[in-house]
């Protein structure tokens, strides 16, 4: 199994959905997951290019296709986050309730959140970590 033909993160159908009107609304977007305080255990959305990365304090997990839109979201998580989960794969969802004030669907009532789960034997191989 090639890790080219694997994602490390995901996303519901209902995070899709808000992501086509957050998209609407603010343009191209992007998440970021820093494992900090102010809900750091909670992917921010930001619009594209507002949250600065690097190469070397962010890793960049992928991108979510998301039907409807131009382009694909990336999805970076800091590198010492990363450290805490690179055994795991990534589900983006939404669940009511207020999130941070930092991250654009704040204003909507409700709130991305992570779901996870351990990878299989066959993710670690083909992600060279076992």
Known sequence: MSSDLLGRVDLTAEAAELLRRLTAQHGPLMFH????CCDGSSPMCYPAGEF???ETADVHL????VEGLDAPVPFWMSAAQYEYWKHTHLTVDVVKG???GFSVEAPEGVRFLIRSRLMTEAELRAFGLV
């Open 33 to 36: 997951q820093s494992g900090g």
């Open 52 to 54: 600065m990365t690097s």
């Open 62 to 65: 992928g991108d979510l296709a």
């Open 98 to 100: 207020r999130g941070s």
